[in-house]
T-cell receptor, first 112, second 112 residues
Framework: EAAVTQSPRSKVAVTGGKVTLSCHQT?????MYWYRQDTGHGLRLIHY???????EKGDIPDGYKASRPSQENFSLILELASLSQTAVYFC???????????FGEGTRLSVL | QEKVQQSPESLIVPEGAMSSLNCTFS?????SIWWYQQHPGKGPEALI?????GNKKEGRLTVYLNRASLHVSLHIRDSQPSDSAVYLC????????????FGTGTRLQVLP
């Protein structure tokens, strides 16, 4: 069964610290996405990738980096975490354009 | 940049009623359009998709798409308490079909 696995499921970080959120899929999907969800903002696209070793900026990339070392893995990196980055982060994957992305269960990040 | 807006923000209906949710997007050439359902603490799950003008029916769900008016709607017949969730509209922009852009969501509550 197709699945997207995110880790950790929740994390508390300190302001100015480095945070890495991980996403893993074994669906053989080419496309992977990172979104953040805040109350009143729906899901906003941070970074995405459609091939290993390459990432693209989404609509709100500032303060975030992404890494796609393999087809299966896609990481989101906050080099200097800030209070405004407190949110729920979702990873998603899909096989091709036109297919609905499949989402993970999310990572709840609190920056204190 | 593709803009996706949803209305209403919140909807309360009695059990057995029809629930009607709306979504507008900014480009008539936008490609794939999906509706997602998200329960608290969970990732969004794709419900139904539509690509061509007109309507599509799946079980209790009906979707209507009118590209000329940049509008898509989701109707849930015989709403059940288990339908209570946040509903998200998602669009793949024609300018970049690798991206998937989401609206802010409608919170549906079905009262027993």
């Amino acid at each position: 069964e197709a699945a997207v696995t995110q880790s950790p499921r929740s994390k508390v970080a300190v302001t100015g610290g480095k945070v890495t959120l991980s996403c893993h899929q074994t669906n053989n999907h080419d496309y992977m996405y990172w979104y953040r969800q805040d109350t009143g903002h729906g899901l906003r696209l941070i970074h995405y990738s459609y091939v290993a070793d390459s990432t693209e900026k989404g609509d709100i990339p500032d303060g975030y980096k992404a890494s796609r070392p393999s087809q299966e893995n896609f990481s989101l990196i906050l080099e200097l975490a800030s209070l405004s980055q407190t949110a729920v982060y979702f990873c998603a994957s899909r096989n091709r354009v036109g297919q609905a992305p499949l989402f993970g269960e999310g990572t709840r990040l609190s920056v204190l | 940049q593709e803009k996706v807006q949803q209305s209403p923000e919140s909807l309360i209906v009695p059990e057995g009623a029809m629930s009607s949710l709306n979504c507008t997007f900014s480009n008539s050439a936008s490609q794939s359009i999906w509706w997602y359902q998200q329960h608290p603490g969970k990732g969004p799950e794709a419900l139904i998709s539509i690509f061509s003008n007109g309507n599509k029916k799946e079980g209790r769900l009906t979707v209507y798409l009118n590209r000329a008016s940049l509008h898509v709607s989701l109707h849930i017949r015989d709403s059940q308490p288990s339908d209570s969730a946040v509903y998200l509209c998602a669009v793949s922009p024609s300018s970049n079909t690798n991206k998937v852009v989401f609206g802010t969501g409608t919170r549906l509550q079905v009262l027993p």
